[in-house]
């Protein structure tokens, strides 16, 4: 039988962070929680756009309990800013979607110098997952939900000297290893975990080919690229609904069954319902994720510290 959001279990008394709320797959997981009784906490970028998000979800769910929160990944401090508001409003927390991201933009720098996807798509949920770890400790069976993409299966593992692709980048080698370091990110995370005996689960999913704005923001960011453009044309013609494409990360976030380490996405590689898929490219991922660590750590200053957060 296919998973819908009728599968959903009621959320009341939950709180769940979903970052990039304000649009595409973040909105539709933000108002299908919101819908099952969830206090959501929308962490966005562009306030304008999420104060209209936040009107269309009330639209279809009245009561809806919704929390705005400024956050732009591509700067560290914003994202400790936006931690720190989040913690100080809840000492619990039961679902952190690390959902946001950009794809295949031409070369840009970021106010920390960091390569623009990698450090959004990555580094900057890195941190933020860091210092929301000891409210989501706290929280019996919390889970984080990393959204990867099936164009980690092009990227690489980081090249722990260049991790930023400097005189050696491509739009679309920059997204792959972005996607792959969610990937590893969301398996290490869960290595972590396990390690401190944590109830805490980090569960990976990928939404397929969706039509959202993700593609028309990439062919802007890459200035009308050839690729980009076909990727947006496929997704509006063959692509799922933001509503479909949703469902993997809403599964892996909500399903009772779902465990940790495990990874969900559509049926039929980038359509279909939701289902586990198998974790695949094992071979060296043990040193894919001990690089990926060292180097998170490196270029951030933050630890991700299972231990040592369960303990503040």
Do not use: C
Not at 18 to 24: P, Y
Not at 33 to 49: C, S
Not at 102 to 111: D, H, L, N, P
Not at 231 to 248: C, K, P, V, Y
């Amino acid at each position: 039988m296919a998973w819908t959001t009728r599968n959903i279990p009621d959320q009341h008394g939950r709180t769940a962070v979903v970052t990039g709320a304000n649009g595409g797959l973040g909105l539709v997981t933000a108002r299908e929680l919101a819908a099952k009784g969830a206090h959501v906490v929308m962490a966005v970028r562009n306030q304008d756009k999420a104060t209209r998000a936040v009107d269309e979800i009330r639209a279809s769910v009245p009561d809806a309990s919704l929390e705005l929160v400024a956050l732009d990944l591509s700067s560290q401090a914003s994202v400790r800013e936006a931690a720190a508001k989040i913690m100080a409003a809840h000492r619990r927390i039961d679902l952190l979607f690390n959902n946001a991201g950009v794809m295949a933009i031409a070369e840009a720098r970021t106010v920390d110098g960091f390569e623009m996807q990698f450090a959004v798509d990555h580094l900057g949920h890195w941190t933020l997952t860091a210092h929301l770890l000891p409210a989501l400790l706290r929280t019996a069976a919390s889970r984080v939900v990393t959204v990867t993409s099936t164009a980690h299966h092009m990227g690489r593992s980081l090249d722990v000297a260049n991790p930023h692709l400097e005189g050696n980048y491509g739009p679309w080698r920059a997204y792959g290893q972005a996607k792959l370091a969610n990937f590893h990110f969301g398996l290490g995370l869960q290595r972590e975990l396990e390690k401190a005996g944590a109830s805490t689960a980090s569960v990976i999913a990928h939404p397929g080919l969706s039509d959202t704005n993700l593609q028309a923001v990439s062919v802007e960011g890459s200035s009308g690229g050839a690729s980009q453009r076909f990727f947006h044309l496929m997704a509006q013609r063959t692509g799922m609904s933001a509503d479909d494409g949703a469902l993997s990360q809403l599964r892996a976030g909500t399903d009772p069954a779902a465990r940790g380490g495990e990874f969900y996405g559509p049926l039929f590689v980038n359509n279909g319902m939701p289902v586990r898929k198998p974790v695949l490219r094992r071979l060296g991922m043990d040193r894919a994720i001990a690089k990926l660590w060292e180097v998170s750590a490196r270029e951030t200053g933050v630890a991700v510290d299972v231990r040592g957060a369960d303990g503040m």
